[in-house]
């Protein structure tokens, strides 16, 4: 089953919840493929994790025609023997097409999503104010 990926060029995007993504790359790579870190006219596949919804590299994706797989379906096609449970199977997809530029995009249909999206840390802001007496 891991031919799926042989000689194909793989993106991987949003949190995974079953590997870390130098895991999933090296996985990957062991099985033929080239891992690229951005959606380009060359990526085939790009494999989806947790809080991928509006997210450029989707939409570059769905405006390319690049094949758009959820993490469960990528352990599949490597044989990846890990618990599965909490991903979906379900292949994300915009509700609305999506693909404009500067367009806001709609929520993924992604069902059995367990994970939520990883939250923004708050910037930590510092003012400094100098006074200067003149006699």
Known sequence: MSTTIKD?????TGALSTQTRAQASKTAKGYG?????????KTNILVCGAGTEGTSKLI???????EIWTE??????VGADVNTTSASTTTPTMS??????????????????STPPPK????????????TWYS
């Open 33 to 41: 493929a080239k891992v690229g870190s951005t959606v380009t006219g």
């Open 60 to 66: 570059q994706a769905q405006s390319k025609g690049v």
């Open 96 to 113: 609305d097409g999506g693909g404009g530029k500067k367009k806001k995009a709609a929520s993924l249909d992604v069902v059995g999503s």
């Open 120 to 131: 923004k840390k708050a910037r930590k802001t510092t003012t400094t104010t100098t006074t």
């Open 72 to 77: 469960a379906q990528f352990n599949t096609a």
């Open 8 to 12: 194909k060029t793989i993106c991987f």
